[in-house]
């Protein structure tokens, strides 16, 4: 199957900054990709889609100003929490399309102290 | 083997049984289907998927089945290993065009004992 890479794979940061996450389709051009968040021993949850070349769609209740997706190349997408609170930590995983089937990263676990 | 009739959030097996993991899926709109076997610590992996006009599909040790009139999906693992061990979640498309965001159910996870 197609391969996403996500990076990194674990990040620690202080309350109040600011955490980029890339998402990467390395073999695969991905015109959409998709932006999920996993709290522990819970099912995934779709925050946003991500379209190249355009504004991100966010799912109800997901901040946009807080939850930054830039999707400027076919290749990537990156999504910054901005002003990251220790509530924001979480694993957030991404996944991209290829044709009728999505393939997801290996997924960033993000901690706020 | 063991199978559950409803979703349950663990599942146990002895190693060689055959596993039934099921899913009540929500949106009858939704016309594909997919599991996925998640990892501690990794993202989902794909599994096997169906799309609304089968009713069965089989793959290598593992066959889904799909109930549209009770919005039930399960998924079967024949002579489960301890590789198998892992949490397991069925998705919807929740629309009628596949490669769309999928929605997530409730996981599942299976421990596979030697």
């Known amino acids: 199957g197609a391969v996403v890479s996500q990076h990194p794979s674990w990040v620690i940061c202080k309350s109040g900054t600011s955490v980029k996450i890339e998402c990467r389709s390395l073999d695969f051009q991905a015109t959409t990709m998709f932006w999920y968040r996993q709290f522990p021993k819970q099912s995934l949850m779709l925050m946003a889609t991500s379209n190249e070349g355009s504004k991100a769609t966010y799912e109800q209740g997901v901040e946009k100003d807080k939850f930054l997706i830039n999707h400027a190349s076919l290749t990537l997408s990156t999504l910054t929490v901005t002003s990251a609170h220790p509530e924001d930590s979480s694993f957030y995983i991404c996944s991209a399309r290829q044709g009728t089937k999505l393939f997801f990263g290996s997924g960033t676990q993000l901690s706020v102290l | 083997g063991e199978s559950v009739g409803l979703h349950l959030p663990t599942l146990s097996v002895q190693e060689g049984d055959n596993s039934i993991i099921n899913c009540a899926y929500s949106?009858?709109?939704?016309?594909?289907f997919i599991w996925y076997k998640q990892e501690s610590g990794k993202g989902p992996q794909f599994i096997i998927d169906?799309?609304?006009?089968?009713d069965k599909r089989q793959g290598q040790r593992v066959t889904v089945l799909l109930n549209k009139t009770v919005k039930h999906l399960s998924l079967q693992i024949a002579a489960t290993q301890p590789g198998d061990s892992a949490v397991y979640f069925c998705a919807e498309n929740g629309q009628k065009q596949a490669g769309t965001a999928l929605i997530f159910g409730k996981g599942t996870t299976l421990s596979v004992s030697s």
């Open positions: 169906i799309r609304s006009n089968m």
């Open positions: 949106n009858s709109a939704s016309d594909y």
